[in-house]
């Protein structure tokens, strides 16, 4: 491969086969990510949706954040259908590009950078009603949370639309390979050395840095709070959410940051690696990342006793609910019995 200022032309063989790693990952690994993912998500939605959370402004975000990375994990059945079950794609002997695998491509990056800015409105949410907590009630509204969120998705649709042109996704043997089309050199540049970067600081470290911003921030003015009087419930919900907020965060800096390296020092690799080994690198490098919209709901679950009783209760179907009217209808229908027997023996006893 050779590189100049205005082009690079890439001498790479036919994309035949896989390896075994990222077979294995694609079908194995996505399989368990699937199941958790989708599961664990769904349940967030309920348990966010649930009466004494849904009026928060943050619960809304952790249900957008939930919408996004099921999202995400949609995006991902490709790698799990054409990687896991080595499956030939249709559109690889045709001279068009498979559409499929730009939309794949434009939607899984949106949805990405979709959950990263999430977390960061949800610091930034966390962060105002602990700064200004007698302006929690204008500031921090549900109405608020649904245009910041429609701000970030409409943001990153047009940031990634170039996944949508004719330079992306090329045909290489038996694969379709999502990438840049290597006849098209000036794409070729943009997506292989300046896009992974332009990626990776709005998709992570920036994110990262505002995350870490209003954690300061949340820290240093922590006793704000107390000033205001606020129900001991109201208080405990509270720090409840703020776990959630910090256990998301922390679970996303430790998976996505791998991949932010690579795609900062990684096109440096190029010429001394095939388009197998790149492929296997990036699909680990993923993998790890898409643990970050998998198992967030777990960690909610791990983190907070108050997230863990809420969702143990659904999970029991409220069967409590059902049983103890019945167990307490029956000790006063048995008094007031008892009372109109008493009554009448007293009205027979008087005549």
Same mark, same amino acid.
């Given at each position: 491969?050779?590189?100049?200022?205005?082009?690079?032309?890439?001498?790479?063989?036919?994309?035949?086969?896989?390896?075994?790693?990222?077979?294995?990952?694609?079908?194995?690994?996505?399989?368990?990510?699937?199941?958790?993912?989708?599961?664990?998500?769904?349940?967030?939605?309920?348990?966010?949706?649930?009466?004494?959370?849904?009026?928060?402004?943050? =619960?809304?975000?952790? $249900? /957008? !954040?939930?919408?996004?990375? &099921?999202?995400?994990?949609?995006?991902? #059945? @490709?790698?799990?259908?054409?990687?896991?079950?080595?499956?030939?794609?249709?559109?690889?002997?045709?001279?068009?590009?498979?559409?499929?695998?730009?939309?794949?491509?434009?939607?899984?990056?949106?949805?990405?950078?979709?959950?990263?800015?999430?977390?960061?409105?949800?610091?930034?949410?966390?962060?105002?009603?602990?700064?200004?907590?007698?302006?929690?009630?204008?500031?921090?509204?549900?109405?608020?949370?649904?245009?910041?969120?429609?701000?970030?998705?409409?943001?990153?649709?047009?940031?990634?639309?170039?996944?949508?042109?004719?330079?992306?996704?090329?045909?290489?043997?038996?694969?379709?390979?999502?990438?840049?089309?290597?006849?098209?050199?000036?794409?070729?540049?943009?997506?292989?050395?300046?896009?992974?970067?332009?990626? =990776?600081?709005?998709? $992570? /470290? !920036?994110?990262?840095?505002? &995350?870490?911003?209003?954690?300061?921030? #949340? @820290?240093?003015?922590?006793?704000?709070?107390?000033?205001?009087?606020?129900?001991?419930?109201?208080?405990?919900?509270?720090?409840?959410?703020?776990?959630?907020?910090?256990?998301?965060?922390?679970?996303?800096?430790?998976?996505?940051?791998?991949?932010?390296?690579?795609?900062?020092?990684?096109?440096?690799?190029?010429?001394?690696?095939?388009?197998?080994?790149?492929?296997?690198?990036?699909?680990?490098?993923?993998?790890?990342?898409?643990?970050?919209?998998?198992?967030?709901?777990?960690?909610?679950?791990?983190?907070?006793?108050?997230?863990?009783?809420?969702?143990?209760?659904?999970?029991?179907?409220?069967?409590?609910?059902?049983?103890?009217?019945?167990?307490?209808?029956?000790?006063?229908?048995?008094?007031?019995?008892?009372?109109?027997?008493?009554?009448?023996?007293?009205?027979?006893?008087?005549?």
């Amino acid at each position: 491969m050779s590189i100049n200022n205005t082009s690079i032309k890439f001498q790479l063989p036919s994309f035949d086969k896989i390896s075994a790693i990222t077979q294995n990952l694609s079908l194995y690994g996505f399989l368990f990510l699937f199941i958790f993912g989708f599961v664990g998500n769904i349940s967030s939605l309920f348990m966010f949706s649930r009466t004494s959370l849904r009026k928060a402004s943050t =619960s809304l975000l952790f $249900i /957008f !954040l939930a919408l996004s990375d &099921i999202g995400y994990l949609l995006t991902c #059945i @490709y790698e799990f259908i054409y990687y896991g079950f080595n499956i030939k794609d249709p559109n690889a002997d045709r001279n068009r590009i498979s559409a499929l695998c730009r939309f794949r491509s434009y939607f899984q990056t949106t949805f990405m950078c979709l959950s990263s800015w999430l977390l960061v409105a949800i610091s930034a949410d966390r962060s105002i009603r602990i700064m200004f907590p007698f302006k929690v009630k204008t500031l921090c509204t549900r109405r608020h949370a649904t245009y910041v969120a429609t701000i970030i998705l409409l943001t990153f649709l047009a940031l990634n639309a170039h996944h949508l042109t004719e330079g992306f996704g090329t045909n290489q043997g038996q694969f379709v390979f999502c990438y840049a089309d290597f006849r098209n050199t000036q794409y070729l540049y943009f997506y292989g050395y300046q896009w992974p970067i332009i990626l =990776s600081v709005f998709q $992570i /470290f !920036l994110p990262a840095l505002c &995350i870490l911003l209003f954690s300061f921030l #949340i @820290y240093k003015n922590r006793q704000r709070a107390s000033t205001v009087i606020i129900s001991v419930h109201r208080r405990f919900l509270e720090v409840q959410l703020l776990r959630l907020m910090i256990s998301s965060s922390l679970l996303f800096l430790l998976t996505t940051f791998p991949l932010g390296l690579w795609n900062t020092i990684g096109p440096r690799f190029l010429t001394f690696v095939t388009i197998e080994q790149i492929h296997t690198y990036i699909s680990i490098l993923y993998f790890i990342q898409s643990i970050n919209y998998s198992i967030n709901f777990y960690v909610y679950v791990c983190s907070s006793k108050f997230f863990r009783k809420r969702f143990l209760r659904i999970l029991h179907f409220n069967f409590g609910q059902k049983i103890h009217p019945v167990v307490q209808v029956k000790p006063i229908a048995k008094a007031g019995l008892d009372r109109q027997i008493m009554a009448s023996e007293l009205n027979q006893l008087q005549k």
